[in-house]
């Protein structure tokens, strides 16, 4: 099995930082993409950013030149820093992972729990 613990979620104002981390544990041989996905009150669940092994970034219009995504390959760990945050940024923010477990020819797409993310005016 394999989870994902993320952490640095919070409240905080307009215009302020946060940076999220997210940790992949468990059966893991490799970890192909990894990605920040959220989910604001009435709305859908949206990609934010995501980051594949080799480094390549794609970032939602909305986060563009404020949001950045980075991964430590070494420790299985994804991280969003999220500067100049707004208010519509509010959400709760969940991590994915598309990996291939030790278990041979299984490949599976894993969710972490979710972390509220707050901007206040």
């Known amino acids: 099995q394999v989870q994902l613990v993320e952490s640095g979620g919070g409240l905080v104002q307009a215009g302020g930082s946060l940076r999220l981390s997210c940790a992949a544990s468990?059966?893991?041989?490799?970890?192909?993409?990894m990605g920040w996905y959220r989910q604001a009150p009435g709305k859908q669940r949206e990609l934010v950013a995501s980051?594949?092994?080799?480094?390549?970034?794609n970032y939602a219009d909305s986060v563009k030149g404020r949001f950045t995504i980075s991964r430590d390959n070494a420790k299985n760990t994804v991280y969003l820093q999220m500067n100049s945050l707004k208010r519509e940024d509010t959400a709760v923010y969940y991590c994915d992972a598309d990996v291939w477990t030790v278990v041979a020819g299984i490949r599976g797409d894993y969710w972490g729990q979710g972390t509220q993310v707050t901007v206040s005016s």
């Open positions: 468990g059966s893991i041989f490799s970890i192909n993409a």
């Open positions: 980051i594949i092994t080799g480094g390549s970034t």
